[in-house]
């Protein structure tokens, strides 16, 4: 009988509860669904725009293949200029390669734009920033290739390494061995942790 009474007496409080609350209870639920409708929305405008600038990328790559190199180029810039977390970096890169002759300054603006994105991963940037500096070597930046590569060298990036050898190889190639040794020091240091 104790159980029965139990059992009673919890479904009674249960529903006293829920007859004080139900307003409250009503609201929690109707945000619950609200918030997941609108997740959804979201997560599904997201994919859509991912595919359309898929789309848009891969439709670049065939103008440029087909010839139509300037439509190309406009559609791989305004792909850059989406700030998209993956196409955009990609676009940066097939910009480069197809167009070698195109202006360095602007090239450079590319990847500034990019490297602000921050929906983009920490070692991801990193890397960014690691053929931004190769980038500048062509064109006898240093002190921007010091700003570039300093920050990865002054942290704990898998990339840490190769910006330190890229600095090394980039003074050693215009004879400036004082340069260079700090950063083999640099490197050695490093590499005896």
């Known amino acids: 009988m104790t159980d029965k009474k139990l059992k009673s007496n919890l479904k009674d409080r249960t529903l006293s509860f829920v007859k ?9 639920l109707i945000s619950l669904v609200v918030f997941l409708l609108i997740f959804l929305f979201y997560k599904n405008l997201q994919e859509k725009n991912n595919i359309k600038i898929a789309e848009k990328y891969n439709y670049a790559s065939i103008l440029i293949i087909q010839k139509e190199k300037e439509e190309g ?4 810039e305004s792909i850059i200029n989406d700030n998209h977390n993956f196409y955009s970096p990609l676009a940066l890169y097939l910009l480069m390669e197809k ?13 500034n734009k990019i490297l602000k994105n921050n929906s983009i991963s920490k ?16 064109f006898d930046r240093e002190e921007l290739i010091i700003q570039t590569l300093n920050p990865i060298i002054n942290s704990d990036s898998v990339w840490r390494n190769l910006s330190i050898n890229i600095i090394i190889e980039y003074f050693l190639a215009k004879d400036q061995i004082v340069k260079a040794d700090e ?6 240091i490093n590499n005896n942790k």
């Open 73 to 76: 180029k406009l559609l791989l």
């Open 99 to 111: 167009y070698p002759k195109l202006d360095s300054l602007k090239i450079i603006n590319f990847f």
């Open 20 to 28: 004080k609350n139900l307003k409250t209870i009503l609201i929690i």
């Open 123 to 138: 070692e991801n940037l990193n890397l960014i920033k690691l053929k931004k500096a190769i980038y500048l070597i062509n």
């Open 183 to 188: 950063y083999i020091k640099l490197l050695s």
